[in-house]
């Protein structure tokens, strides 16, 4: 189980972070963050391997940054400089090794202009 929070309303040019707590350890899972915008399809923001490695979606590189601590079973993403384009539900993903998938609930976030 995925637990998000930390979504709202802010302006365009603002800072937000996501949090989101997993049930269970996530020392070897793949952690991530999707976004869905109202009729557009789920993308990757952002992930984070086990080992510390990260990807981003180009059109969040240099704003966005995702980070994870272990001990508490959390992934983070901190939202710099946010854009009205970044408004969407975002989701917190778990990969296990077995290649099974676990979502979170979604948080909202919106940015206005």
């Known amino acids: 189980q995925l637990q998000a929070c930390g979504g709202g309303l802010v302006q365009a040019g603002g800072s937000m972070r996501l949090s989101c707590v997993a049930s269970g350890s996530v020392i070897f899972s793949f952690m991530g963050w999707y976004r869905q915008a109202s009729g557009k399809q789920r993308e990757l923001v952002a992930r984070i391997s086990s080992g510390g490695s990260t990807n981003y979606a180009d059109s969040v590189k240099g704003r966005f940054s995702i980070s994870r601590d272990n001990a508490k079973n959390t992934v983070y993403l901190q939202m710099n400089s946010l854009k009205p384009v970044d408004t969407a539900v975002y989701y917190c993903?778990?990969?296990?090794?077995?290649?099974?998938?676990?979502w979170g609930q979604g948080t909202q976030v919106t940015v206005s202009s």
């Open positions: 993903n778990r990969h296990v090794m077995s290649g099974v998938d676990y």
